[in-house]
């Protein structure tokens, strides 16, 4: 006898209140997971319907206490029945929970009791707003993101609002204000940045393909791959084709999701497609209350809108037939998510569109070795667009600047002298200056600072991280390998062998000293806490409000400042020595895309590299801008290695608030998951050994097959269940990871 786990209706309430099922002999065939299924349900037995989420061969309760399932209604499957397939594909590739799963594929919301209200209305000003809010005594909660409020006339039509129907409606906002209302011409919504994207579009008119954009449209559209990888430099018109691919989508009748990295969801992106396919596309980002997000996805679910863009959650809209998932950037880390399932947005839309035979296309200018290796294998279509089709802007000149040099020269500075009498050209002429110091992934490595040599682990083949708490030993956080510092350099004997680091505090003290009259601004996680601030930062620098940025990798993505002609990449090394094997690549990407920045206007742009390690291929393939170079490097170390793509590897990570329990729990872990099909690093201290009151040891375990780490982890889950010491570790599974733990 076969039992299913049902649960009948698509809410978190019900996704915590699963019911069991026996399936009759005559269904079994039939019903699967994700099936929609009539049931009797309650004390009348009314029939409902709900949705099967899983099997078991066991009942939970005494079978005759069971119902059996009623029957299956015909028709075509419905999105749920889609999304609870991938939620199952979910649970089998990530080892997470059928429900934590669920919750992260279904648009699920909580039942809202008595309703809301809609409340419309337009202001100008934060104190207007808020005023009026109390005379209409709206929710005080809603006062404090008023500022922006100017910003959402509902722009029914879809035809973009400039900024001359902004102005006519502006100035009397509040007597405007009760009609609008009436008619409900104007709406006010929890302030995203997103809707900015609806003011001051220039009117969209569509251009005529080059042929190399025209032959990517069609060989996509025929080769019967279902993912294709298209890699063109910045400005060689990838947007174009991806609106197109999604015009022949829609016109076949189904709908588009189109990913961007959160960062990028600015309005020079969002506002093509805008003019392109109006309202019936929609924008999403992570700062969308539930609500909002609940309402795109029913709008989505009825048909309303048929283009959903936004980061990687948006992969989850319930499109009742999607047929192209398209992932800019496919090479960005945001596309993993950090959080259990640990999932990587490609592969959940490659396992999303063969569920309803769809497409996925991958786009990017400088792509993932993982992606281009597939490409090159022919697992994917590989699509090119050499050249640029925006005029004007030629790619910027790149200068490496050998820091062993400046130390010879008697230069202390963090500024090299090249970088130093560019700065004072650029702002002697009143030209930008984007400084950008790589700091992401930082993990406190070791160089020296006269060769630039880097101690690495002999195993593992990444750089070793400095421990100073516990007498400066050297740690590698792939295997657990300890070592003392040395106090030379085993290359060369220098004694200038130390931590490297710096800040961008730092970086902007060193600049008011050097260049007193500059104007500068700072962009960094830190000053960026404040919502909204990193927008603030971005547009007055944008308007030339200071001459120099400096900021972290946040100012290298996504945003065009015409007047910058000088880009300064202050220590290359700091990404080179993350720690993890994806060092050489971050790196790669960090400087093609900061070089990328300067000389976006018409004036010539710069870009100078700062590093130690002047003859890394990551800096001298970035500085000639040449990506198949850099992959041909980077492929023989992963080969060498067995790191993806070249074999698939795993994180396990164990926390106890207690050391001893953590190891314990670690060893015995190992043990379990050791097989023929794997390769078990010994456990090792995690990269952050202890946060929260927690110690934390990773294990991380290489195969040539994703099965054999999928095995691996079952075996682990299932000694985990039955095992009393495990009650109270924390233990989860990070397939193919981006990031050191
Ligand atoms: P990418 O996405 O590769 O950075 P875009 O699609 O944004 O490139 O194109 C860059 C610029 O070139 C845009 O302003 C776009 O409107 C314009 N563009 C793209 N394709 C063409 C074309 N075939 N003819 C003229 N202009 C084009
Ligand atoms: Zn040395
Ligand atoms: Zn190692």
């Not at 089709?389 to 090299?416: H, P, W």
């Not at 994806?582 to 070089?595: I, S, Y």
């Not at 999928?710 to 233990?731: D, K, Y």
């Amino acid at each position: 006898m076969k039992y299913a786990d049902i649960i009948v209706d698509i809410s978190l309430e019900a996704l915590n209140r699963v019911f069991q099922y026996i399936v009759p002999e005559i269904l079994e065939s039939k019903v699967r997971v994700g099936s929609q299924v009539m049931v009797p349900f309650g004390s009348g037995n009314r029939i409902i319907k709900g949705f099967v989420i899983g099997f078991s061969e066991k009942p939970d309760y005494a079978p005759d206490k069971l119902k059996e399932i009623y029957s299956i209604p015909k028709g075509s499957m419905v999105v749920e029945s889609q999304m609870i397939c991938l939620a199952d594909w979910m649970c089998r590739m990530y080892g997470c929970t059928r429900i934590q799963a669920l919750k992260t594929v279904l648009c699920v919301r909580r039942k809202i009791q008595g309703g809301t209200k809609k409340i419309y209305f337009l202001a100008v000003s934060r104190e207007e707003a808020e005023a009026e809010m109390k005379k209409l005594s709206v929710q005080p909660r809603f006062a404090s993101r008023a500022a922006l409020l100017a910003l959402f006339l509902d722009d029914r039509e879809g035809k973009g609002i400039t900024e001359d129907i902004m102005k006519k409606n502006v100035p009397s906002p509040m007597n405007a204000l009760r009609t609008l209302i009436k008619h409900g011409w104007i709406e006010v919504r929890e302030a995203s940045d997103y809707r900015i994207p609806f003011l001051g579009v220039e009117d969209g008119k569509q251009v005529q393909l080059s042929r190399e954009q025209q032959k990517a449209v069609e060989d996509i559209c025929e080769d019967e791959r279902m993912v294709h990888l298209l890699y063109g430099v910045t400005g060689s018109g990838k947007t174009e084709v991806y609106m197109q691919l999604i015009e022949r989508t829609l016109m076949s009748g189904r709908q588009a999701i189109v990913l961007i990295p959160e960062i990028s969801l600015t309005y020079q992106n969002i506002g093509r497609f805008r003019q392109r396919f109006g309202r019936r596309v929609s924008v999403m980002n992570s700062r969308m209350s539930e609500g909002e997000r609940y309402d795109q996805y029913i709008q989505a679910k009825n048909g309303e809108i048929d283009i959903m863009i936004g980061p990687r959650s948006a992969l989850f809209t319930p499109f009742p037939n999607p047929g192209l998932i398209i992932i800019d950037e496919e090479q960005d880390g945001a596309y993993k998510n950090d959080t259990t399932p640990k999932y990587h947005a490609v592969d959940v839309a490659v396992e999303r569109m063969r569920l309803c035979g769809g497409k996925v296309v991958l786009g990017s200018a400088t792509p993932s070795v993982v992606a281009y290796d597939r490409a090159v294998r022919g697992i994917y279509g590989l699509h090119l667009l050499k050249k640029r089709v925006a005029g004007g802007a030629a790619m910027a000149e790149t200068c490496v600047v050998d820091l062993r040099n400046e130390l010879k020269q008697k230069n202390y500075s963090i500024f090299s002298r090249k970088l130093q009498r560019e700065m004072e050209v650029r702002l002697e002429k009143k030209e930008q200056i984007l400084l950008f110091l790589n700091r992401r992934g930082y993990a406190g490595f070791i160089s020296c600072r006269s060769c630039g040599h880097v101690i690495r682990c002999p195993h593992c083949d990444i750089s070793m991280t400095l421990h100073k708490a516990e007498g400066n030993v050297l740690k590698c956080h792939y295997c657990g390998l300890t070592l003392p510092l040395p106090g030379n350099c085993p290359e060369c004997g220098s004694g200038y062998i130390g931590a490297f680091g710096m800040g961008t505090q730092k970086v902007v003290e060193m600049l008011e000293k050097r260049f007193p009259q500059a104007r500068i601004l700072r962009a960094d996680r830190d000053s960026m806490r404040r919502k909204n601030s990193s927008m603030e930062v971005f547009q007055a620098f944008s308007k030339g409000e200071a001459d120099i940025l400096v900021g972290t990798q946040m100012i290298v993505k996504g945003h065009d400042f015409p007047n910058v002609t000088l880009v300064g990449v202050l220590a290359a090394d700091l990404s080179m020595f993350s720690g993890d094997y994806l060092a050489g690549e971050r790196t790669f990407q960090l400087l093609t895309q900061a070089a990328g920045r300067a000389g976006r206007g018409e004036k010539p742009g710069l870009a100078v590299i700062q590093t130690y390690q002047p003859e890394h291929y990551a800096v001298t393939c970035a500085a000639a801008q040449d990506f198949e170079a850099f992959y041909s490097q980077e492929i023989l170390y992963r080969q060498l290695m067995r790191y993806p793509p070249a074999g698939h590897m795993m994180a396990v990570i164990i926390e106890h608030e207690d050391e001893m329990t953590a190891r314990e729990g670690s060893l015995l872990l190992a043990g379990v998951m050791a097989g023929k099909d794997v390769h078990i690093l010994p456990p090792a201290e995690g990269f952050r050994a202890k946060e929260k009151d927690c110690y934390r040891k990773v294990i991380y375990i290489k195969s040539n097959e994703i099965n054999g780490l999928i095995r691996s982890r079952e075996r682990a889950q299932a000694f985990i269940r039955g095992e009393a010491l495990f009650r109270e570790i924390n233990v989860q599974f990070d397939i193919n990871p981006m990031n050191l733990y």
